[in-house]
Structure formats: C-alpha cells, structure tokens
C-alpha cells in the first residue's frame, strides 16, 4: 500500500509564504513524476507544478516566477515553495505521484494526497 501525506498549508496574507511538502510511503519500486495541483471552491483540479524523476520541472503560467517545486528522491518527497502568494492562490493543493510498487515494478500508478488548504488573506 502507497499513502502521499501532505503538510504545510495554512493561512498568509497577500505577499506571504508557504511550503508544502509531500512524503510517500509504502512498497514504493519507483516514484517517476510528482506534481501539485490545486483546486478552488467551484473550479476544475488545475496542475499548479510537476517534476520528473530527472529534475525536469514545468509550472502554470500563473506561478511561473513565484513558485518552486523540488524533491528529495531519498526521501520520497516532493515540495513546493511559494512566495509573493496571492489571494488567488487560495485553494486546496494536493500531491499526485505516479509510482510503481516492489509488488509489481512493471505497473505504474497514480496516487493522490489528501489535500492541504492554502489561504491567502487580501
């Protein structure tokens, strides 16, 4: 069994910053892409940042400049930094990981957190 437990959320004002990390844990083989989405009151989930197992890295334009993904693959942890945080930041952001299990190293699967609340007071 995989878990992706996420913490690091909480309440900032406008200009603030947070950081959400990620841990996995379980019969992880491989973890090849990790990634953070959100998602707003009445809005679709959205990829707010992705990493490959390699380092490459990609960003929604909304954050390109403010926010920074990384990961600690001998942690099995991702993380995301955020700075100059908007109220339009706010939202509950999860953490997805497409991971193969020791069980079955040839099937890989996708696994979400169980979100964490970003607010950012105007």
């Known amino acids: 069994q995989v878990q992706l437990v996420e913490s690091g959320g909480g309440l900032v004002p406008t200009g603030g910053s947070l950081r959400l990390s990620c841990a996995a844990s379980?019969?992880?083989?491989?973890?090849?892409?990790m990634g953070w989405y959100r998602q707003a009151p009445g809005k679709q989930r959205e990829l707010v940042a992705a990493?490959?197992?390699?380092?490459?890295?990609n960003y929604a334009d909304s954050v390109k400049g403010r926010f920074t993904i990384s990961r600690d693959n001998a942690k099995n942890t991702v993380y995301l930094e955020m700075n100059s945080l908007k109220p339009e930041d706010t939202a509950v952001y999860y953490c997805?990981?497409?991971?193969?299990?020791?069980?079955?190293?040839?099937?890989?699967?996708?696994?979400w957190g169980q979100g964490t609340q970003v607010t950012v007071s105007s």
């Open positions: 997805n990981a497409r991971i193969t299990a020791v069980q079955r190293p040839n099937l890989e699967y996708s696994y």
């Open positions: 379980g019969s992880i083989f491989t973890i090849n892409y």
């Open positions: 990493i490959s197992s390699g380092g490459s890295t």
